[in-house]
Each structure stands twice: as structure tokens, then as C-alpha cells.
Nanobody
Framework: QVQLVQSGGGLVQAGGSLRLSCTAS????????MAWYRQAPGKQRELVAA???????NYADSVKGRFTISRDNAKNTVYLQMNSLKPEDTAVYYC????????????WGQGTQVTVSS
């Protein structure tokens, strides 16, 4: 069984920074892509940022230049550094990972609240 456990998040003023972490554990052979999604109240879940096993990244237009996704393959961990936060970034953030264990499956973290006050 594979689990993704998130940490970080919380309440921050506009313009501030937060860092989210997400660590995968269990019977893991390898991890392909990892990503962060978010869901604001009354809205659909949306992709925020993604990173391949080789380190290639892509970002939603709304966070480009402010958020940075990175990963530590040795620790099976993905990070999301969020700078210059805006009230519209307020949402529950979820990580996911495509894990070979040995069968390929997509797993999700438990979600963490990020609230940006104006």
C-alpha cells in the first residue's frame, strides 16, 4: 500500500510565502510524475504544478513566476514553494503521484488548507 502524507500550509497574509511538502511511503519501486492540485470552495479541482521524474515542470498560468515545484527522488518527496501569495490562492491543496508499486497507480495526499488573507 502507498500513502502520500502532506505537511505545511496554514494562514498567511497576502504577499507572504508558504511551503508544502508531500512524502510518499509504502511499497514503492519508483515514482513517475508528481503534482499539486488545488480546490477552492465552489470550484473544480485544478492543476497547479507538475514535475516529471526527470525534473521537467509545468505550471498553471495563474501561478507562473510565483510558485515553484521541486522533488527529492531519494526522499520520495515533492515540494511546492509558494511566494507572493494572493487571496485567490486560498484553497485546499492536494498532492498526487503516479507510483509503481509494482503496478502503476495514482495516489493522492490528504489535502491541506492554504488561506491567504488580504
Amino acid at each position: 500500500q502507498v500513502q502520500l502524507v502532506q505537511s505545511g500550509g496554514g494562514l498567511v497574509q497576502a504577499g507572504g510565502s508558504l511551503r508544502l511538502s508531500c512524502t510518499a511511503s509504502g511499497s514503492i519501486i519508483s515514482i513517475n510524475g508528481m503534482a499539486w492540485y488545488r480546490q477552492a470552495p465552489g470550484k473544480q479541482r485544478e492543476l497547479v504544478a507538475a514535475i516529471t521524474s526527470g525534473g521537467s515542470t509545468n505550471y498553471a498560468d495563474s501561478v507562473k513566476g510565483r510558485f515553484t515545484i521541486s522533488r527529492d527522488n531519494a526522499k520520495n518527496t515533492v515540494y511546492l514553494q509558494m511566494n507572493s501569495l494572493k487571496p485567490e490562492d486560498t484553497a485546499v491543496y492536494y498532492c498526487n503521484a503516479d507510483v509503481n508499486s509494482p503496478y502503476l497507480g495514482r495516489y493522492w495526499g490528504q489535502g491541506t488548507q492554504v488561506t491567504v488573507s488580504s
